[in-house]
């Protein structure tokens, strides 16, 4: 019998072409850097103790739970300059519905997320039915907030801060789930710890496992491919708007119970962190390609960034050049790797 002819359009792709496919694989080896960098250089001889990780992940944490689903935005091919200052008006927000309105905790959430819903909804809406770039309906959106932030709290309160947010009724259930800690090892780690690792479980099961996971890598490739192959594109980027948003708005509650209070100009310059965390995790700027893991390894390396420098007594206004050098290094060097993955090993 004769040989079967080989088929050129079937290869075999080897393990190491496929792992370096995985766009968080430059993340990983990123974090696993900046860990024994900072270990090394640490003067405290805490870093990679209970309670240095404790100290990272507490500032990596909050960063991580919306720079999942920012990560799924931006797979989708948009962006969302809003959610930074969601964070601090969903807090503020909040704050007001118990203080002002005297209702209790879980009905002031409950309204604190729809009202994030509707606002990501209509970002959703403005970019798909204007045709404008997500970067000037979001940015827009940022301004709008942030005046309200200022001019409502002001109003309702005579200063830009709102407190008292512990005087609510059920505050301790909601405190308890959101902002308590938990003690391992001797070190107490807050419970955001555990929503950050839910949250990035369930952007991944999302990612790999649903039709709407296949949508979002479809819509972000060449929408008008995805069109023709019947994916919803605008029903999907605008669901996609309103995760990112309900997400910044559940870092908002959780900050507030946390602290008891809210600052007007909270959260305002964080949505860059978010892109930052998405993108050193292997999400293209351009869309179609990235990771709910890889977002994840770039909220542990800025984390692992903000405590290793002042452990090391390194002038820690060198925080953000720092970030700066790692974005360009990491998206840099995932860039050059997916070049030359994606050509293969040909037998």
Do not use: C, H
């Not at 969302?80 to 007001?96: A, E, I, K, P, Q």
């Not at 907030?145 to 909601?174: C, H, I, P």
């Not at 050193?280 to 869309?287: K, R, S």
């Not at 984390?303 to 007594?313: D, E, K, Q, T």
């Amino acid at each position: 019998m004769a040989n079967a002819v080989k088929d050129e359009r079937v290869q075999k792709t080897s393990f190491i072409t496929t792992i370096l496919r995985r766009p968080e694989f430059g993340a990983l080896m990123g974090a696993l850097t900046i860990f024994a960098l900072f270990s090394s250089v640490d003067t405290t001889t805490n870093f990679g103790q209970l309670g240095g990780i404790s100290g990272w992940t507490d500032i990596a944490a909050p960063i991580g739970i919306v720079a999942v689903f920012v990560a799924l935005l931006m797979i989708g091919g948009e962006f969302d300059l809003s959610t930074g200052v969601m964070v601090g008006t969903t807090g503020l927000l909040t704050g007001m519905l118990v203080t002002e309105l005297g209702l209790d905790i879980w009905t002031s959430i409950f309204i604190v997320l729809v009202f994030a819903a509707g606002v990501g909804l209509l970002n959703g809406w403005l970019v798909v039915t204007t045709g404008l770039p997500s970067f000037i309906v979001t940015l827009a959106t940022f301004f709008v907030l942030r005046g309200a932030n200022l001019a409502v709290t002001k109003q309702f309160t005579g200063t830009v801060r709102v407190s008292g947010t512990d005087e609510a009724a059920n505050f301790e259930q909601a405190e308890a789930l959101f902002a308590s800690k938990i003690e391992f090892g001797g070190a107490n780690f807050q419970v955001s710890i555990i929503w950050w690792i839910f949250f990035t479980i369930l952007a991944t099961w999302i990612l790999t496992r649903t039709k709407f996971g296949n949508w979002i890598f479809a819509s972000g490739g060449d929408a008008n491919a995805a069109r023709n192959a019947g994916v919803p594109v605008i029903r999907t980027k605008i669901i996609l708007f309103m995760m990112t948003s309900v997400a910044a708005a559940f870092v908002g509650i959780m900050f507030v119970l946390r602290l008891k209070g809210m600052q007007a100009g909270q959260g305002v310059g964080i949505e860059f962190f978010y892109i930052i965390a998405a993108a050193v995790g292997g999400t293209l700027l351009t869309g179609g390609m990235g990771s709910a893991i890889g977002a994840t390894l770039g909220a542990a390396i800025m984390g692992m960034a903000y405590i290793g420098i002042p452990y090391a007594l390194w002038d820690s206004d060198w925080t953000f050049t720092f970030l700066g050098l790692i974005l360009f290094t990491a998206v840099l060097i995932n860039s050059v790797v997916s070049k030359r993955a994606m050509k293969g090993r040909k037998k």
